[in-house]
């Protein structure tokens, strides 16, 4: 149909509005122009569900054609350690493969937790924790995933050491890796890296390349709708606190039904013995004070985030080593009511899965909170605050730290003003990773 007879680009509205076109041109551009004001009207702070937000915070997918080559491939080793690590590891391996111009092998994740123990590591298959088509069409034109299935076995497997100690330097890693999307190496179906965690290669990346991996990264339902579970049983308990104290206050009886969902506080509280012996350990090494934080720290600058309303409920995302510590619920500013897990009563959702999907939960339901609170020097909470802000700037908001917006957050071991913690946005022009990896109290506010 040829629009230019009845409507004109510089005169959009111009247009006689005869032509159904028209109307329906004019009608999505008032749609979306109030849109665009309602997402910018972030006085305080309200509850806007994560899901709602996916088609501003995926990325768009590309039409033409991807551009990976398909029948050339990259194997890794099995990736370990921790949730965060291991997603950082993937990505590590996926941005690998996109500088040799290859796909990458659905790789084995780690679903139990075991750091130095590598052969009681248990395997578990990406796609049973993401989503592996919903990946490939995410990230169409920027990574992609494969399957053994797909290898021919007609040009064999070469074998590539990836260089480790002092001497293998960020120059010599990355000399490798242009020498291997070349010349004989590149003729071989399959280029197999052999040698440690992808966690550990060295860094060639800038940090919004990191991003567009992790924003391909969609959990599968089985694992999702645990996370919902969770979240709606915080919100519920919001709610229902929020009308008692409504019916106190203005002496009347409200259905629950008729409150919209409550908002939330999430706090990554790391005080476990181990975290408490590293992080002083780390502080010794690198002259920085502000990575530990005593949970008497926490709880005063927590308690001191502005404009918290009361009641508001705060989840506690901590380690299944304290929660049968009562005093860690306890001792907290009045208004704020701590749940972890096991008082939620949703501990049983958690147990019925290994660790890599406990985490999985606990990071979710964490980074859908109105507020979250946690250490710069996690991986875990630099991973959310990392999402956050990429879900941030695709609104439109390029900075959170000199105005109020509907989902902050914040690092508790970096005091700011009125020793509440610190506003906390990623910094997306880093040309590395290496501040989320391994921590930073240059935390951009």
């Not at 990736?79 to 111009?101: D, H, P, Y």
């Amino acid at each position: 149909m040829d629009l230019s007879s009845n409507c004109k680009p510089s005169r959009l509205f111009g247009c006689h509005l005869t032509s159904v076109t028209c109307k329906c041109l004019a009608f999505v551009t008032i749609a979306l122009f109030f849109r665009a004001i309602l997402l910018h009207s972030f006085s305080g702070y309200g509850v806007v569900e994560w899901n709602n937000l996916d088609l501003i915070s995926r990325p768009l997918l590309l039409n033409s054609d991807d551009g990976i080559r398909r029948e050339k491939f990259v194997e890794v080793p099995q990736i370990v350690w921790g949730l965060n690590n291991q997603k950082i590891a993937f990505a590590r391996s996926c941005l690998t493969a996109r500088m040799l111009n290859r796909t990458l092998l659905m790789p084995s994740l780690s679903a139990s937790l075991f750091y130095k123990e590598i052969d009681r590591l248990k395997p578990i298959s990406f796609d049973k924790v993401f989503q592996f088509e919903k990946f490939n069409s995410l990230c169409n034109g920027f990574v992609r995933l494969g399957r053994y299935s797909d290898l021919k076995n007609q040009t064999g497997i070469y074998d590539l050491q990836k260089g480790s100690g002092r001497k293998w330097t960020v120059e010599r890693d990355l000399e490798q890796l242009k020498q291997s999307s070349k010349g004989p190496v590149d003729k071989h179906e399959v280029i197999r890296f052999v040698g440690k965690n992808p966690f550990l290669w060295h860094d060639h990346w800038p940090v919004k390349d990191y991003a567009r991996v992790f924003e391909c990264l969609v959990l599968v339902d089985e694992i999702a709708k645990e996370a919902d579970k969770v979240v709606s049983k915080i919100r519920q308990i919001g709610r229902k606190l929020r009308i008692k104290t409504e019916a106190v206050q203005n002496n009347f009886d409200a259905e629950v039904s008729s409150l919209p969902p409550a908002p939330y506080v999430a706090v990554h509280m790391r005080v476990e013995i181990d975290w408490m012996i590293h992080c002083k350990k780390l502080e010794q090494r690198s002259g920085i004070s502000q990575i530990c934080s005593s949970k008497q720290e926490i709880m005063e600058r927590v308690g001191n985030i502005a404009r918290l309303e009361s009641p508001t409920v705060v989840y506690l995302a901590v380690a299944d080593s304290l929660l049968n510590d009562s005093s860690i619920l306890g001792g907290w500013k009045k208004g704020l009511l701590l749940f972890e897990k096991k008082k939620l009563a949703v501990d049983g959702i958690y147990k019925k899965h290994p660790y890599l999907i406990q985490s999985a939960i606990d990071y979710e339901v964490c980074s859908r909170a109105d507020i979250f609170v946690g250490n710069s020097f996690s991986t875990f909470s630099s991973l959310i605050v990392l999402e956050r802000t990429q879900k941030m700037i695709r609104m439109g908001i390029t900075s959170t730290c000199d105005i109020d917006v509907r989902w902050p957050s914040y690092a508790y071991n970096v005091p700011g003003e009125l020793n509440r913690p610190k506003k906390w946005m990623t910094n997306m022009s880093d040309a590395s990773l290496k501040a989320i990896s391994y921590g930073s109290n240059a935390i951009s506010c």
